[in-house]
């Protein structure tokens, strides 16, 4: 991690974005707040910073950096890092780089328009990176200025591998990959000058995420390495001796915790307040800070990954791919469910091992081998026994229809729902479920010309509804993933007084969530008992709406759902509240309907 001390302080980026100034100077307030209440006691702090995350998102200015750098491509990028790699020792320098994988895309039989969106693509990612590494240098400039840095222990660590959401061609919202819509290519390539801006949810194409996995082979959402290996830097000034070294000790992100209570001599506690605690999963390697030749203490780690296995085991990899290392030889998609008859044949026959001492980047299927098939039979077992032990099973590979199920609840199942104006925004999985399903949406008013702003909003702008007044008019429009707008307003414009002002959603037809398609249906607007609007849904969003948005009464806050209104637009005029009715009863006296719901309340 290198000190940023000296770069010049940037302007204050739009919202956002993950890393900002006041995110920074929050988490300095609260460790000199730390010191001050406790100077005797060390401080905790977990500085999540959401970065490289999707959306990628950078001030222009940083990804401008980088302009030109990427434009001879990912496999070429992937050739420079592999041999920075060995120059630096990051790697073994008998490594060999594992091939070109059957899913990305070969850079010099691209159009030359592809090429510059993802050229540009990366420089956003790159640009991202840096100006999250230039606040965590700002953090770390804090400590050496407050005396602590010395005796600090900081331990860095990315997300996973790199991530393939953005699909071959790249995303501009990568909320259309959980709802399993495909993305337009052509989107993307009208977006490409305001990518890395508050506009879209962009994600990079998986070209660069292979590349970025460098000298691994795939990604996250898989158990190959290039899936399940991290960047992991540790410095502890005043606890280590060593300095500048590259550690080639197996860990796992299980082990940060041990290792930090074992570095200050904390015994988790078997209790707390009587109730017995888990033991924790995982081993410390502080006994290696000041021993490169220790060996390591975390001989196993099972890993698993919507029904993508594997399972280290003293420096070997079993690793068990489904639907398999590529989805076009397998002929089934991500998310595929994994039968019992299916698990059978793989356990079989579909696992795959790797000698990663000798073989780095798991380029060498031993699997064949018989000398080594005694190892995977009672590694495969081993795998069974890790899953059984870590409550893995049964393995559930549905992929993103996962989130399309409704979790349990505190509370009691609802088919009505009450939200008041400024109040905090509701998360989706504790509000009303209105997705693929006949509801009404009530928003009780005092209205008077003039009165405008956003009465009930679901999502952001990479997916949503909102139900909401301008220009004296009731308005609605549902967002599918930033592909398509259904809109409609009222015929008339609102008149002065007591209304109950309504959205709702007739069902025409059935969803299709495995392939992108929410139910169609019509939507209908409603000034008190007189229908005054209505628009053809042929398609509405199936699985979740905006990945940072939520439920919001009076306000759109954040990303907006469309593009007709700058957020927060905040209803300006008296609103008393909003009711959300998902019995699937058809249009009702809506006063009668607020009368009984509180009645019970």
């Known amino acids: 991690m290198r000190d940023n001390s000296q770069v010049e302080p940037e302007k204050t980026p739009e919202e956002g974005y993950h890393v900002t100034p006041d995110l920074v100077e929050k988490a300095k307030g609260m460790i000199a707040d730390a010191k001050q209440i406790a100077p005797d006691k060390p401080f905790f702090m ?10 990628h998102h950078v001030p222009a200015e940083w990804a401008d950096k980088y302009q030109g750098k990427f434009d001879d491509g990912w496999d070429a990028y992937r050739q420079k890092v592999f041999a920075r790699q060995k120059e630096m020792g990051i790697i073994p320098p008998d490594t060999e780089l594992s091939r070109h994988d059957p899913d990305v895309q070969e850079w010099e039989q691209l159009p030359a328009d592809e090429k510059r969106l993802y050229a540009r693509m990366m420089e956003v990612f790159a640009g991202f990176l840096s100006h999250t590494d230039h606040y965590i240098g700002d953090l770390i400039k804090f400590l050496k200025d407050i005396g602590q840095y010395e005796n600090t222990l900081i331990m860095l660590i990315s997300d996973n591998g790199a991530s393939s959401e953005g699909g071959p061609t790249g995303s501009v919202n990568e909320n259309a990959f959980f709802n399993n819509v495909p993305d337009d290519l052509q989107q993307a390539l009208k977006a490409i000058d305001e990518l890395g801006g508050p506009k879209y949810f962009n994600h990079y194409a998986w070209g660069w995420t292979y590349a970025g996995n460098t000298p691994f082979r795939r990604w996250k959402r898989e158990t190959y390495r290039g899936g399940v290996s991290d960047p992991f830097i540790l410095t502890w000034p005043n606890g280590m001796k060593t300095r500048g070294e590259v550690r080639n000790t197996y860990a796992h992100a299980i082990d940060m915790v041990p290792t930090v209570l074992d570095a200050l001599g904390i015994e988790p506690p078997a209790t707390i307040r009587g109730v017995t605690q888990s033991p924790l999963e995982g081993v410390s390697f502080a006994h290696t800070f000041d021993k490169p030749e220790a060996a390591g203490k975390h001989s196993t780690q099972y890993f698993e990954m919507f029904g993508h296995r594997s399972l280290y085991h003293n420096g070997w990899r079993a690793v068990c791919p489904w639907p398999g290392p590529s989805f076009a030889e397998a002929g089934k998609p991500f998310g595929t469910p994994l039968s019992y008859d299916e698990l059978t044949q793989l356990d079989a026959d579909g696992w795959e091992l790797y000698h990663i001492d000798e073989d780095f980047a798991e380029t060498k299927n031993l699997a064949q081998d018989p000398a080594n098939r005694a190892r995977l039979i009672e590694m495969i077992g081993q795998w069974y026994v890790e899953a059984g032990k870590y409550n893995v099973l049964p393995i559930d590979s549905r992929g993103t229809l996962k989130f399309a199920e409704e979790r349990p609840q505190i509370a009691v199942d609802r088919d009505s729902y009450i939200y ?21 949406i009530t928003a009780e008013v005092e209205f008077k010309q003039g009165d405008e702003g956003v009465l009930f909003a679901h999502g952001g702008n990479d997916g949503g509804f909102t139900l909401y007044v301008q220009d004296g008019k009731l308005r609605f429009v549902h967002n599918y993933v930033a592909q398509q707008y259904f809109e409609v307003e009222s015929a008339n414009t ?12 007739e069902v025409t037809g059935k969803a299709d969530v495995g392939k992108g398609v929410g139910t169609p249906g019509i939507g209908k607007l409603f000034i008190d008992d007189e229908e005054v609007g209505r628009v053809e849904m042929p398609v509405t969003t199936p699985i979740q709406f905006g990945l940072g948005g939520a439920v919001c009464c009076g306000a759109d806050p954040g990303s907006p759902v469309t593009p007709k209104y700058k957020p927060p637009f905040k209803y300006t005029g008296a609103l008393t509240r909003v009711r959300v009715d998902v019995t699937g009863e058809a249009f009702v006296d809506q006063a009668q309907r607020f009368k009984a719901m509180l009645a019970r309340q």
């Open 46 to 55: 977990y500085f999540c910073t959401g970065a490289c995350h999707a959306p």
């Open 494 to 505: 609102i008149p002065d007084g007591h209304h109950y002002l309504t959205f709702e959603f």
């Open 420 to 440: 008041y104006p400024n109040t905090q925004a509701v998360p989706a999985n504790a509000a009303a479920k209105t997705m693929n399903r006949p509801h009404t």
